[in-house]
């Protein structure tokens, strides 16, 4: 069992913490990703999904993952099935009962999350903590929906998780100060650099990101410049490391839309409103990478050429 640091809090008070094993709900990219960081740093994890075979599939994309870690000398073979012994499927929250904090990473839909933390609620044991790694749904919001609002927080991991260095730390109205520093260390643990924001929409990342993903979607259908002029543009114009439109459909163009609707909803102006391309494509069930289409049309070794949108 791995002991997280009895380091005082600065600024509150001083006490030990221990968070060995944590719970991720939600086995897609996300989800996975933040199982396999959070057990490459010795926590037990236990995964779930809407049921056992979903988070088993998404145990086997990380497993899949480290394999080619493993082919290319990255990693031993020892240690991918060390990581991956860290990792336990189970059929649902109900099975939280001996996690120190959960991290729910599960489809972006407020209605969705709100059902997930209140099961996760019931089963976590009272004093234990509870995170979303919602892009853009109110913390507060969440966090009023549980028993257990001051120990509620965003914790934003960028994706991929393995790779990406950020997490941002979302501060819900309610979330005390000793969430606040504990989950923080719990990044750091991970391996992660942290920032924090008050709980907006969309946050800060997000804030910024999402109205430029929309505007080379305004482009693209105003016919000002082909997908790949667009991605051009702004990665070699802007030493962007991937353009826009190859943005979206890495982070999964249902993602995209649902943050650009909590963008314009709740920020009440119209620079916000999503574009007739985006919401097209997510009616056609073409979500981007993770579907096989989106902008682009991806081969199952993740090739892609231009698709016609
Ligand atoms: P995804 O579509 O890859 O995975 C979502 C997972 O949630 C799926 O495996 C789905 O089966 C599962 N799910 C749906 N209903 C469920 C239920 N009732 N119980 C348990 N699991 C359920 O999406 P993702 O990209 O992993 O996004 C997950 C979360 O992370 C979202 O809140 C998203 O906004 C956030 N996020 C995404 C990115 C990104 O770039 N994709 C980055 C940061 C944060």
Redesign the pocket.
Known sequence: MAQFDDTPFPGTESRAVLVSTIGV?????????IAQVAAASGLTVVL????LD??E??KARVASVLGKQVDNGKMTAEAREALLAKIRCAG??ADFKECDFVI??????IE??I??LK?CDAALAPGKWLA??????SLTKLAAATSRPERVIGM??????PLMKLVEIVRAVQTSDETYELTRALAERMGKKTTTTRDAPGFL??RILIPMLCEACFALQEGVGSAEDIDTGAKLGLNHPMGPLELSD???L??VL??ADVLHREMGDDKYRAPTVLRNLVAAGW?GR?TGRGFYVYDDKGNRALARV
Do not use: C, W, Y
Request: proline share 6%; aromatic share 2%.
């Open positions: 709900v939600g086995a897609g990219q996300m989800g996975g990703g779930v999904d809407a049921s979903l988070a599939r998404g649902g929250p729910e990473a599960a489809t972006e839909a969705l999350k059902a997930i099961q979303s790694n919602t892009s853009s749904i934003h991991f960028m994706n991929p998780p990342v997000n890495l982070i999964g249902d993602t649902a943050i979500l993770k």
